[in-house]
């Protein structure tokens, strides 16, 4: 098969150039064209659920709020491992799905589980799902350093909350943007009971009036 095949190379020279440079061609336009990623991703098709019970002890996330969900997210379809880790004030659920499950349909089944939860969470329990990004998605690092020592950590941590994030948040291919350390900006009002008696205001009606204009009221 060999002897024959060079043997009609050898009698066919210009059917052969003419072969070997359309090879050529479509090894080139190939290698241009092919998506390749400097890191595979390999990871598993999971989805995380993150929920926070400020001031809690481990020991209380993982009876009243990882157990719930863990057990309410098992026996999912195409589910293969449910893996729960409560720490202090935060817990985190992990849902590992079979390989090949599209990633936007496994964060439905997920929300489909956590929306039958009804009461069996803790009052002021909200879940979330994490990010739709895969476990090797962390890809870039950056920090804000004031060289003038006139910027704050407080002025630079909302620097990065209500302007960086967002401008960030808005390229292509970006999932999320996480912010650690420095210090978060807070109001905090401070109360006159006298003041409030003479005017027959009472501390409700305040709290009331602030969620109204959409504070948060600690």
Not at 129 to 137: N, Q
Not at 192 to 207: E, I, M, N, S, Y
């Amino acid at each position: 098969m060999i002897a024959r095949l060079i043997a009609w190379c050898a009698h066919n020279r210009a059917a052969t150039l003419l072969l070997v440079g359309l090879a050529t061609a479509a090894g080139v336009w190939s290698l241009k064209n092919t998506a390749l990623d400097a890191i595979p991703d390999l990871s598993e098709v999971q989805v995380v659920v993150y929920s926070e019970w400020m001031g809690r002890a481990p020991d209380l996330l993982e009876d009243n709020v990882t157990y719930p969900i863990v057990t309410s997210l098992l026996g999912s379809p195409r589910v293969t491992a449910v893996r729960g880790q409560s720490m202090f004030g935060m817990s985190f659920v992990t849902v590992i799905f079979e390989d090949g499950t599209d990633l936007y349909w496994a964060r439905s089944r997920v929300l489909e589980k956590l929306s039958s939860l009804g009461g069996k969470l803790p009052q002021g329990v909200t879940p979330i799902l994490g990010p739709d990004a895969t476990g090797v998605g962390w890809v870039y690092e950056y920090a804000l350093r004031d060289t003038s020592g006139r910027v704050s950590l407080q002025e630079m941590q909302s620097l990065q909350d209500w302007t960086l994030r967002y401008a960030l948040q808005s390229l292509p291919g970006v999932a999320e943007v996480a912010s650690v350390g420095g210090f978060v900006k807070e109001y905090q009002i401070a109360l006159d009971p006298d003041r409030l008696a003479a005017l027959g205001v009472t501390l409700k009606q305040v709290v009331d009036a602030v969620r109204a204009s959409n504070g948060d009221v600690g």
